[in-house]
């Protein structure tokens, strides 16, 4: 049967990429509902492409906009707007897929409400699983929505898992990393790095947002907390392992000795085709992988020092309650600050340092109590930045 979606960040990242895949594949997929924040041009392109019945957009005015816009090309596609139009097109009943690919903490509520409606969830969303964890988890299996990765590594460690809802003999999972633009540069000099220098990755090309986290690896931080509820592992059996690359996008090791990975190239619509098309496999336009050209894969340990970035969200998984929405909420604070060149580089893990140790650390009893943490961290964050000097 045709899946019908919804595309929450249809203009992002992965908003392009899901639409390639989906493009490819007439036949399997057809499109819901695409929302955008402020891209009302772009939107509005893909509107014209995929006829959606409702395209969703962050303001009344964008709405406007793309509304007329659609309606001068004949398009009868209904246009509206804010928060509540975003949940109420992830729980439509006009959809049994939605995925999940606004970035931060924006994207929390509707995914939660894809999964109260018991939706296929193709998360990228990671920032929503960060913050709300358990009750995500909790949501999805009493609703019997289906989640599934589209995040690299764990849609690689879910290929690599077996497939009975147990999780007989694996010892550990082993979350690889590229490193980010700054793997071998002279620590000293990180302070000095602008906002183009870190949203320069070597392998992947993505968001501003998660590029930085790529940067300071609070990316791969949020992921090791991904990881945890994903699969249900605690932290110490979550590794981290540098691997420049990224061909191998993560690892499974198992009781008698076996590790199991998953390879390719690094193109995140191989991700979204086995996601969308599981559990068949279709062709997602990525080129088949040359190992023989790659000649190489090389591995290091993580530099905590280097990377505090990492080390706070281990403590922050560690500590529960909470401490991971706050870190959230601080980082994407501190993310945007660096963005607007408010802070300096080095001054993210400071921020989000400063934020932990603010707060009171409690638990994570309901949705208001996690949303109350994300704004105190907010403010907190705020109040700290507004300490900090402007870097030169
Ligand atoms: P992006 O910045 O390219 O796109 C973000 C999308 O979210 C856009 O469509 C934007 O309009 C929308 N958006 C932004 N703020 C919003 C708000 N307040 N309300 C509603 N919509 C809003 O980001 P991206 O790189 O596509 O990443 C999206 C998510 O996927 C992030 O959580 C990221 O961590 C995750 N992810 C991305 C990649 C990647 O390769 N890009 C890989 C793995 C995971
Ligand atoms: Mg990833």
Redesign the pocket.
């Known amino acids: 049967m045709q899946k019908r979606l919804t595309l929450?960040?249809?203009?992002?990242?992965?908003?392009d990429?899901t639409l390639d895949v989906v493009a490819r594949h007439p036949d399997r997929f057809s499109v819901y509902a695409l929302?955008?924040?402020?891209?009302g041009d772009k939107l509005v392109d893909q509107c014209l492409r995929f006829a959606p019945e409702v395209a969703v957009v962050?303001d009344a005015a964008t709405a406007q906009a793309v509304e007329s816009k659609l309606r001068a090309a004949g398009s009868k596609t209904v246009v509206t707007f804010g928060?509540q139009a975003?949940i109420d097109v992830s729980k439509s009943d006009g959809c049994d897929t939605v995925v999940a690919?606004?970035?931060?903490a924006?994207?929390l509520e509707p995914s939660l409400a894809a999964a109260k409606a018991g939706k296929r969830i193709l998360l990228?969303?990671?920032?929503a699983l960060v913050m709300s964890g358990d009750i995500f988890m909790d949501t999805v299996r009493d609703s019997g929505a289906v989640l599934l990765p589209?995040?690299?590594e764990h849609n690689a460690v879910f290929q690599c898992m077996p497939h009975d809802g147990k999780h007989g003999g694996v010892t550990k999972i082993i979350l690889t990393a590229s490193g980010g633009p700054f793997r071998t540069r002279e620590p000293s000099t990180l302070v000095d790095v602008t906002p183009e220098q870190a949203c320069k990755h070597p392998n992947?090309?993505?968001?501003?947002?998660?590029s930085v986290?790529s940067a300071t690896m609070m990316?791969k931080g949020?992921e090791v907390i991904e990881a945890h509820y994903l699969f249900d592992l605690p932290g110490d059996r979550i590794d981290v392992l540098i691997h420049p690359q990224s061909v191998i996008h993560s690892m499974v090791s198992y009781a008698d000795g076996s590790v199991l990975a998953q390879l390719g190239n690094p193109d995140?619509r191989t991700p979204i085709a086995h996601a969308m098309a599981y559990p068949d496999r279709i062709d997602s336009g990525v080129a088949q992988l040359d190992l023989a050209q790659v000649a190489t894969l090389n591995f290091e340990k993580p530099d905590y020092e280097r990377f505090p970035c990492l080390a706070l969200a281990m403590k922050a998984l560690a500590e529960g309650g909470v401490a991971s929405a706050t870190l959230n909420a601080a980082n994407e604070v501190a993310v945007e600050a660096f963005l607007n060149r408010r802070i300096g580089f080095m001054a993210i893990a400071q921020t989000v340092d400063a934020v932990l140790n603010a707060l009171q650390n409690r638990s994570a009893t309901s949705l208001e109590v996690v949303l109350e943490a994300d704004a105190a961290a907010r403010r907190a964050a705020h109040k700290i930045i507004d300490s900090l000097p402007v870097p030169a």
């Open positions: 929450l960040g249809s203009t992002g990242s992965i908003g990429s929302t955008a924040h402020r891209n962050g928060p975003l690919a606004i970035v931060g924006a994207g990228a969303n990671k920032e589209l995040d690299s992947w090309s993505m968001g501003r947002k998660i986290d990316n949020l995140m």
